[in-house]
């Protein structure tokens, strides 16, 4: 369900009194449908409008958030089936498992993974967002140890137990610090939804493979008030993760499209169960893990828990992850310009790149790794990558002259000569001719950089 | 094609690649199954709840109706493979989704193979191949005999003039040794030189008479016009290649459709950007396509192809990183996970590298073409319990 800017104004006073902050109701009404601004920033509504308004601008898929302060994270708050539509909200959260079961030391070990765990992408710190504490045990007092000793890591948490008791004993630790629960099935749900009422805690509602089960007991728990619902219709690996796929596509066709109050809510998935089946090496197992999360997150998964904690199974995760939630509306660009490397004077190398945010961090992460002095031109392609923008003609002899003219790096440095990737060698000739600087083919890839300037600068 | 200047990008990479050997075994999956009878605990659900207010407001239960949707438009169904060669179809869809109409076929993978040996290929697929790279018609035995490949796609690489210049001469005697070691379907692709490709791939088609293979590719850059005429004289199919654009894509289907070709033996490929380097966009393109032509749009109304090999371009693929782990398992995840994204968004026909990711795929692939809820799944109510570790 897309919102459009007139749904929304003809809600509005429409006296442009500019309190919002905006010059006119209308620029109020755009900026709220594209979720840029807060509806409470205009105190000229009347109470009936609000309430209309407030309806039309919930999500289709309820936002759901979980753990409390800078930690805390927010899953679903989709409105579209197709990210092309408009744009996808909220990451998928990921989430990694630990059991009370494990021995002092791993737990300590593994609770520390999970808040190292880093990836550097496009500028961006790629990490993960939660701690699933697992009831391996069955035991209480073990769940209890356990959550009092992983409550110091600081990180949003799953309590993971289908026993209410233990559920119970945990959040009388955390129940402050608004945990997941994890989960409520059909033979728990009475204490299961007393306790995230009482805690106000939001609360998975595990059915597998059965949406008819799944609706109605999703009402039920509508009905008694709680309104921070994730649903998990099962996660199966193998020839049954085409049944997960169906359960999930469906879940949010009836939410996005057939506005079905009882799966308005963010889905989670269950690639850990991979482990359970699997009797093939670790690697080969992790492999597949990725490979369920992937599944699930290219079709509506808002939640995943894993199992696997290694970071080369993590990274494709984590990066399919940044890919699908960048805002198709919006160009992946970095301001161009001059950028300086270390320490530079009037020698310094001069090399050149795009603006395509994916280029200009690839390239930065390299010079800074490589530690490398130099200048970077930064040329404006409207964010496109460089055989992208050699193809596309913004990359050509006179968008860099212009870079180097404009850019003042002719008074920072007394020489001549500009270094381009070797993508753009195709343009290399055009751009000396009409610069009049001499220009030097760089290796392909910028990995490259730091030895092609030991041997050729 | 695209995939094309990956590879030859990625023989320029070669010190950088670092993969070894690893195995898996498939047969040993074990699966739980149901439970017969699953337990009914009897709870009363009465509304009571301690120590808190609860509003009564019972929502009216609906019944659960699953989603499914009409479509007016249908994907051709393209037959690949004829005369010596076993059959395999591609497309035929008239829904989106398993659950509204299992797919009629499943999506199919092929090998690439090579007619030269490849020194700068990963290193977990010279593994695979490095005893069979002399002789394509040995390496595409190897892919079929034991790895299980539906499909090959011998690439004429060496036919590209910065390559080795082989004459179209020696791409056919090259396409007729594959014809001769396998008799799965074959896709037969250039070398991505726009001006020599139709020239190749006439003389290919010409080899390959009557087998109805792909030809890879026509596009706007090059004699597209030759491409079509070489499939309809000799009975093959084309791969309609675009980047990242469906209109143009449109426009080239038109083109070819016009020089005679019908939907059913055309295949696009609308390109794949790997994971990282631009998957989004190939996600909303392929996604568009297929919804345009499920919804009518005749000139978008064919089977989809993935070049997902491109993968192995990315630097988290192939480059050498410590903090990254060990570029063997990288790799392989790299290329599942971007031909994977492609087919949830309605890719049919994939080109691929390594057999793990193969594997993999297909697995999940075959699901496609099952009803909801007529496969044994494990029971997991238990999984908190029952995952060790
Ligand atoms: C994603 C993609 C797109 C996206 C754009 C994404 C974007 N924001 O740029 C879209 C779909 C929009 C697109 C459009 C087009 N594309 Co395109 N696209 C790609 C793709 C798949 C990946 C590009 C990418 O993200 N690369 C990753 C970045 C990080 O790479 P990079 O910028 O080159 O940076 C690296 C190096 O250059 C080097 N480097 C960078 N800076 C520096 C600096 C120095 C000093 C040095 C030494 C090195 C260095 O290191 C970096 C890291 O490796 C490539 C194929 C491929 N390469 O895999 C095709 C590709 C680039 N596209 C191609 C084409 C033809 C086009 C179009 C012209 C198609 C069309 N006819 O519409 C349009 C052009 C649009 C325009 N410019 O107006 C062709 C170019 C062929 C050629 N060389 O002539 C390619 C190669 C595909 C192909 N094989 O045909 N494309
Ligand atoms: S505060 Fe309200 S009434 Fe005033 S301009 Fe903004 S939207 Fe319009």
């Known amino acids: 369900m897309i919102v459009t800017a007139m749904d929304v104004y003809k809600l509005l006073p429409k006296t442009n009194c500019g309190i919002c902050g905006e010059a006119s109701c209308m620029a109020f009404a755009t900026k709220l449908s594209e979720k840029e601004m807060e509806l409470s920033l205009c105190t000229q509504m009347m109470d009936e409008e609000l309430e209309k308004l407030k309806n039309i601008l919930a999500p289709a898929v309820s936002e759901v958030t979980i753990g409390t302060g800078d930690k805390a994270i927010t899953i679903g708050g989709d409105e579209v089936l197709y990210r092309y539509e408009l744009t996808y909200y909220n990451p998928t959260a990921l989430v990694v498992d630990v059991s009370d079961d494990l021995e002092e030391s791993e737990l300590e070990e593994r609770v520390k993974t999970i808040k190292d765990t880093e990836f550097e992408r496009t500028g961006e710190k790629l990490t993960l967002d939660a701690i699933a504490i697992r009831n391996k045990s069955g035991n209480s007092e073990k769940f209890v140890e356990t959550v009092k000793k992983v409550k110091d890591a600081n990180l949003p948490l799953l309590l993971c137990s289908f026993n209410p008791d233990s559920m119970k004993a945990a959040l009388k630790i955390v129940g402050s610090d608004r945990p997941l629960i994890y989960a409520t099935t059909e033979y728990n749900i009475e204490e299961m939804a007393a306790l995230a009422l009482e805690y106000d805690c939001p609360i998975t509602l595990f059915i597998p493979n059965d949406l008819d089960k799944m609706k109605e007991l999703s009402n039920v728990l509508r009905s008694k008030g709680i309104k921070d619902i994730v649903l998990d219709p099962g996660t199966f690996v193998d020839a049954g993760i085409g049944d997960s796929l169906d359960n999930f596509i469906m879940i949010r066709r009836q939410a996005i499209e057939e506005n079905d109050e009882d799966f308005r809510f963010p889905i989670m998935g269950v690639p850990a169960v991979t482990w359970i089946s699997s009797k093939e090496d670790k690697v080969t197992t992790g492999m597949r893990e990725a490979t369920i999360a992937a599944t699930l997150m290219n079709k509506y998964a808002d939640i995943l828990i894993m199992h696997g904690a290694d970071i080369w199974e993590l990274i494709p995760v984590l990066t399919l992850r940044q890919s699908l939630y960048t805002d198709p509306r919006k160009p992946q660009a970095v301001d161009p310009g001059i950028y300086e490397f270390g320490d530079v004077n009037e020698n310094s190398p001069v090399l050149m790149t795009t603006n395509f945010a994916l280029t200009y961090y690839t390239v930065e992460g390299d010079l800074k790794s490589g530690n490398v002095n130099c200048y970077l031109l930064v040329l404006d392609t409207g964010g496109r990558a460089v055989d992208v923008s050699v193809a596309g003609n913004q990359l050509n002899a006179k968008s860099v002259t212009d870079l180097i003219r404009n850019s003042g790096i002719e008074n920072g440095v007394n020489h001549q000569k500009l270094i381009i990737p070797g993508l753009a060698a195709p343009v290399s000739g055009e751009i000396e001719d009409e610069s009049g600087w001499e220009v030097m083919v760089g290796p392909r890839d910028s990995s490259g950089i730091p030895d092609f300037l030991t041997e050729k600068w | ?389």
Not at chain 2, 25 to 40: G, K, N, R, S, T
Not at chain 2, 144 to 152: E, K, L, P, Q, R
């Open chain 2, 1 to 389: 094609m695209d995939k094309m200047m990956q590879l030859l990008k990625l023989l320029e990479k070669t010190d950088y690649i670092e993969i070894n050997e690893f195995r898996m075994d498939f047969d040993e999956l074990e699966f739980h199954l149901m439970p017969a009878v699953q337990q009914i605990v009897g709870k009363t659900r009465e509304e009571s709840i301690i120590g808190k207010e609860v509003i009564p407001s019972t929502p009216a239960v609906g019944e659960f109706v699953p989603p499914v949707h009409e479509y007016p438009g249908k994907i051709a169904e393209v037959q690949l493979g004829a005369g010596t060669r076993q059959t395999v179809y591609l497309g035929g869809q008239r829904a989106l989704y398993r659950f509204e109409e299992p797919q009629p076929n499943p999506p199919v993978v092929t090998f690439d193979v090579f007619d030269i040996p490849m020194p700068g290929l990963p290193r977990p697929i010279r593994e695979h191949f490095s005893d069979v790279m002399d002789h394509p018609g040995d390496w595409a035995k190897k892919a079929v005999h034991d790895f299980g490949a539906n499909m090959v796609t011998i690439h004429l690489i060496g036919t590209g003039p910065k390559v080795m210049d082989k004459s179209p001469k020696d791409a056919a005697a090259d396409i007729e040794e594959v014809l001769q070691a396998v008799d799965v379907p074959l896709v037969i692709g250039g070398s991505g030189d726009p001006k020599k490709d139709p020239i190749v791939l006439e003389k290919a088609a010409e080899a390959a008479e009557g087998e109805r293979c792909l030809l890879a590719s026509a596009n706007l850059d090059l004699d597209y016009k030759k491409v079509a005429k070489a499939a309809l004289d000799y009975n093959h199919a084309v791969l309609s290649w675009a980047i990242t654009d469906v209109n143009m894509q449109k426009t080239l289907n038109r083109y070819l459709m016009k020089e005679g070709l019908k939907p059913e033996d055309i295949v696009m490929d609308p390109t794949t950007c790997a994971l990282g380097y631009g998957i989004e966009f190939s996600v909303d393109v392929i996604t568009r396509t297929r919804l345009a032509a499920l919804r009518g749009d005749k000139d978008l109304q064919m089977p989809m192809s993935s070049g997902t090999t491109n993968a192995w371009g990315s630097r988290e693929a192939w480059m050498k990183k410590d903090e990254w782990g060990p570029t063997k398992y990288r790799g392989p995840i790299w290329e599942i996970i971007t031909g994977l994204t492609m087919m949830l968004c309605g890719v049919d026909i994939f080109m691929m590298l390594h057999p793990l990711s193969v594997q993999i795929l297909k697995e999940i692939g075959d699901t496609f073409t099952r009803n909801y809820l007529t496969t044994k799944v494990p029971d997991i109510s238990e999984w908190i319990t029952q995952l060790e570790g």
